[in-house]
T-cell receptor, first 112, second 115 residues
Framework: DTEVTQTPKHLVMGMTNKKSLKCEQHMGHRAMYWYKQKAKKPPELMFVYSYEKLSINESVPSRFSPECPNSSLLNLHLHALQPEDSALYLC???????????FGEGSRLTVL | EDQVTQSPEALRLQEGESSSLNCSYT??????LFWYRQDPGKGPEFLFT???AGEEKEKERLKATLTKKESFLHITAPKPEDSATYLCAVQPIGGRGSTLGRLYFGRGTQLTVWP
């Protein structure tokens, strides 16, 4: 079972809205990731959580706020986004010490 | 600087016409090289991991190989359902997040297989 579940699949929000993206995995993975992907571009790393602690923040603007409530859940809180933040947001997980990342289906975000 | 370059950017094949996709990389040391398949609007689907030069992995019509500077994804007798973007990613040894699965992706090869 290599399932990473992301919700919602699609999200449209205005620049003044606050919304959240959610990610869940039940594979026992202890590392979880947020990636951002624009059309026809490769995924770009945003955040890495290891054992529920933020390990890497790739200089992401503060309007993106990650949260890892427990080892199975990862959230991305969104506030005051810009239209250029519209993208596919991908969650991934991996076993600590192994290398393969398993991705969810993504959340397609549109900022108006 | 670590870099991953994939070629060609796009490839159109007739069903049954075998071909190869290339991924060349420049890293100070390679912890692993990964191939993913991505369908439009979906997340990348893991295909293979290669760790050392000379290693080969196979899955159905796909075969991945690795040298010290590049990897090839060979597609034998492709079918229309193999149409997707194929992403290559590397995990270098050392640096921030090297033990955390931090990957550097290439731009991908968009493969179209027509009947």
């Amino acid at each position: 079972d290599t399932e990473v579940t992301q919700t919602p699949k699609h999200l449209v929000m205005g620049m003044t809205n606050k919304k959240s993206l959610k990610c869940e995995q039940h594979m026992g993975h202890r590392a979880m990731y947020w990636y951002k992907q624009k059309a026809k571009k490769p995924p770009e790393l945003m955040f890495v959580y290891s054992y529920e602690k933020l390990s890497i923040n790739e200089s992401v603007p503060s309007r993106f706020s990650p949260e890892c409530p427990n080892s199975s859940l990862l959230n991305l809180h969104l506030h005051a986004l810009q239209p250029e933040d519209s993208a596919l947001y991908l969650c991934a997980s991996s076993h600590q010490g192994t290398r393969e990342l398993f991705f969810g289906e993504g959340s397609r975000l549109t900022v108006l | 600087e670590d870099q991953v370059t994939q070629s060609p950017e796009a490839l159109r094949l007739q069903e049954g016409e075998s071909s190869s996709l290339n991924c060349s990389y420049t890293v100070s040391g390679l912890r692993g090289l990964f191939w993913y398949r991505q369908d439009p609007g979906k997340g990348p689907e893991f295909l293979f991991t290669l760790y050392s030069a000379g290693e080969e992995k196979e899955k159905e019509r796909l075969k991945a190989t690795l040298t010290k500077k590049e990897s090839f994804l060979h597609i034998t007798a492709p079918k229309p359902e193999d149409s997707a973007t194929y992403l290559c990613a590397v995990q270098p040894i050392g640096g921030r997040g090297s033990t955390l699965g931090r990957l550097y992706f290439g731009r991908g090869t968009q493969l179209t297989v027509w009947p």
